[in-house]
């Protein structure tokens, strides 16, 4: 096992710079997901890790030493594909083997250590069969024990079960969560699902056109995006996102949304607190639909608003309600808002509003009620 320093990693196919300044240190044992949407330099960084891509500046050093000048092969790491990539003409026991022919173990320890990634897989009672006759979950624990069965310093894994149905693919989180508490590899995984990244990930790193836009726990970049792109890659529903103006009068904070259709309360220390930023230019609020909270009874705070459509979606509704030209998402126990057109009464919490500058996206780092 092993971590992982990337420095100043940079990027160029041709004249084109797919990766810019990549700074990042996952550690001895950590599970870090790369997330990002498709193109954006996630399987670019991770072979660069696997040595299967030169960098064109930069550094990158695993386990205490610079592997610029290694080869692939001579990284101690094992890389798992989206597409299974075995042996067809092999058995599944003798594809999980493959990598320990090569270190001339006596048969009996090869077959120990098949047998127990075998067993830590589920897959025991595939051993004999040939890759062609096997489920598509099945593959993919046969490349992931290739993969483990000689204990590399990291396991890289690139979307290793994108190709698997919804069902499937959910079964395998689980999997891969498990092996990971028990083996503990050093992991780095990616994937551009936001659901998977949350769930595997000890930390997350949100990628965005070849540049880190933020890297945090799973709670950390739901809970405080670093800025506008993270806000609405991570979550779903997706987060309301709208331009907003900071109202005060008599000491009362409100902020208006839609171009004033709606004025929602706020605490009297946010505009301060906005001050204190410096940042003067034009505000956009984020906030998720469970932080706009929905009430059949008008209360403190509360506006009245018209719901416009309403998706169920089992466990709970989403219900838009009309604001101005726009909309805004609430998050509400089944049926609570029995037809379109109904008027309910809604706020903002203030601890899950978020505030970003407008023009440059970036967060302004304001948590009201913190
Ligand atoms: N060998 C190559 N030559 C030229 N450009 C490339 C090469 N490989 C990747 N690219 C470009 O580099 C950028 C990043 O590609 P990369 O495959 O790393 O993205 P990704 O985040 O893994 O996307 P996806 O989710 O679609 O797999 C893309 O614009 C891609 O077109
Ligand atoms: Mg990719």
Known sequence: MADIVLRDVE?????????????????????????????????????AIAGLEDITSGEIVIDGKPVQNLHAADRDIA???????????????????????????????????????????????????????????DMQ??????ALVRRPKAILMD????????KLREDMRMELKRLHIENKSTSVYVTHDQVEAMALADRIVVMHDGVLQQVGTPSDVYAHPANLFVAQFIGSPV???????????GGRVRLALGGGAAAFEMPAELAPRLSATGAGGALSIGVRPEGVQLAREPATGTIDLEAHLIEPLGAYDIVDLKVGEGFLRAR????????????????LDPAQTHFFDQRSGASLGIRLGA
């Open 141 to 146: 624990r046969v490349a992931i024990g290739r």
């Open 239 to 249: 987060m309301n996102i709208a331009p907003a103006a900071v109202k005060t009068e």
């Open 11 to 47: 990027k160029f196919f041709g004249s084109v710079q797919v990766i810019r300044k990549v700074n990042l240190t996952i550690k001895d044992g950590e599970f870090v997901v790369l997330l990002g949407p498709s193109g954006c330099g996630k399987t670019t960084t991770l072979r």
């Open 79 to 137: 890389f798992v594909f989206q597409l299974y990539a075995l042996y067809p003409h092999l058995s599944v026991f003798e594809n999980i083997a493959f990598p320990l022919r090569a270190t001339r173990q006596p048969r009996s320890a090869v077959e120990r250590q098949v047998r127990q990634v075998a067993a830590a897989l589920g897959i025991e009672h595939l051993l004999a069969r040939k890759p062609g006759a096997l489920s598509g979950g």
């Open 159 to 166: 979307e290793p079960i994108g190709a698997l149905d919804a």
């Open 332 to 347: 509400t126990p089944a049926g609570f808002v029995a037809r379109p057109g109904d008027r309910v009464h809604a706020r």
